[in-house]
């Protein structure tokens, strides 16, 4: 299994380019399936995701190739291809369950495995079932498997109103995607706004789709016969950016983020200039400046446009050494401290009172072994490891590769000590 080994105490400098977004390019790839024609996606992130999505696709018959170095990637899904999701691919990711909205909507039918249990909470689909089930969709859960088809006679979905329980991202992407062929309007209402999904609602509609309101709650879409095939550019990672933003923060330094998009991280801009970190940010870039302690930032996580969930744990590791003491709170989670006792290895002082942590800064940390424990719990320990003093040991960095694209050389490239130990 793979390990980082990072020596701590060097300031970042240069300039880093940020890649496609993870959370862009999985619908995205899960769009493709909506029309016969090919898709073409540029920018496409390298990460083993975005390999678990093509071989999920894959095995269903899809044809894909990638050309080019930019992360140029082209799928056709024929008409004879097999609905279907296996548990074995299904449970290394989550975002599997986003091909049950389109295989519903042009197949009519389909068989997806319920995603198991996962390090950050519960995380269940009970409300993609519960929209799907409002646009005509018959769902029975059986054998671990969710089993969707249509009413006999029926040959489309039909457009519904879905209000969901809560605010939940895929659960929206799924909807958008087989309401964007489904009979009639549909009127997502509590939608989520993320920029990805506002990405995923203009490649829909470069597709031919009909959609109005993506990037608010309220998101009309009426639904057409057919989609057809279209270019489309996945929008840049602002987890990726806002994570090398934390990295730059905690070890100072000044670094030009490239192909960052700073209107998509207002919330994490924010925290870290009250911080003390200088941001600037132009078409296109965000460079960032920072030196000695920042000062510490309570914050609490809640959906697009407020702080991400897919941030906490890396501003948690600048808090870490900031000056003062900070209170985190997660809101969209239940088990997201996951990376609280790996920190604490390093010797930071946080104590968790269930969806509270409340970090006490300290000088420095030190170096040591520690275990990564989800994506986002990676990306903090790497930061952590860039400041504490002497060695630290990242293991099961699987974790990091499935979401950050070729990490260990972009923070190398700026001046890390960080090498992968195989
Ligand atoms: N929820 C339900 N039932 C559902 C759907 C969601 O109870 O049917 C709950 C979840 O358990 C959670 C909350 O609603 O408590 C919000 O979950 P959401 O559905 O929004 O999360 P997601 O769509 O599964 C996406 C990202 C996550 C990111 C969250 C929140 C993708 C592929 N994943 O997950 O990304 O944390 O939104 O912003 O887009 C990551 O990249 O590290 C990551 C975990």
Do not use: W
């Amino acid at each position: 299994m793979d390990k980082l080994r990072i020596t701590g105490g060097r300031p970042l400098n240069g300039e880093v380019t940020i890649s496609g977004a993870k959370n862009a390019a999985l619908p995205e790839l899960c769009a493709t399936l909506l029309t016969a024609e090919s898709v073409t996606l540029t920018n496409v992130p390298r990460l083993r995701d975005v390999a678990t999505m093509r071989l999920l696709l894959d095995n269903m018959g899809v044809q894909s190739e990638t050309h080019g170095e930019r992360g140029g990637m082209s799928f056709q899904a024929p008409d004879s291809l097999k609905p279907e999701a296996p548990y074995e691919l299904v449970k290394t990711m989550r975002a599997s369950v986003l091909v049950l909205g389109p295989l519903l909507a042009r197949f009519g039918h389909a068989k997806v495995s319920l995603p198991g249990g996962c390090a950050i909470g519960s995380r269940p689909v009970d409300q993609h079932i519960k929209g799907l089930q409002a646009m005509g969709a018959e769902i029975l859960v059986e054998h671990g498997y969710m089993v969707a088809q249509l009413p006999a006679g029926k040959t489309r979905l039909h457009g519904a109103r879905i209000a969901t329980d809560m605010i939940t991202v895929t659960g929206t992407e799924n909807f958008l995607m087989a309401a964007a062929l489904a009979e009639g309007e549909t009127l997502l209402e509590n939608a989520a706004q993320e920029p990805e999904i506002t990405d995923l609602a203009e490649m829909l509609i470069a597709m031919g789709a009909k959609i109005e309101g993506h990037g608010t709650s309220r998101i009309h879409i009426q639904g057409v016969d057919r989609l057809r095939g279209c270019t489309h550019q996945v929008v840049a990672d602002r987890i990726e950016a806002g994570t090398f933003l934390c990295a730059v923060a905690a070890t100072g330094g000044d670094v030009i983020l490239r192909h960052a998009r700073a209107e998509h991280l207002d919330a994490v801009i924010d925290k870290l200039h009250d911080a003390g970190a200088e941001i600037e940010a132009g078409d296109g870039f965000i460079r960032v400046r920072a030196s000695g302690r920042l000062k510490a930032q309570s914050f609490r996580t809640t959906e697009y446009p407020g702080f991400p969930t897919d941030m906490q744990a890396q501003f948690m590791a600048l808090n870490c050494i900031a000056t003062g003491s900070s209170k985190v709170t997660e809101t969209i989670f239940e088990n997201r401290f996951m990376h609280v006792n790996e920190l604490v290895r390093l010797g930071a002082k946080i104590q968790t009172d269930g969806k509270v942590a409340v970090v006490e800064g300290i000088d420095k940390l030190s170096g040591a072994i520690v275990m990564a424990t989800d994506l986002r719990a990676s990306a903090s320990l790497v930061i952590a490891g860039l400041v504490a003093e002497g060695e630290t040991i990242v293991d099961r960095i699987y974790h990091l590769d499935r979401g950050y694209d070729q990490m260990e050389a972009k923070l190398r490239g700026i001046g890390a000590d960080i090498e992968r130990i195989k």
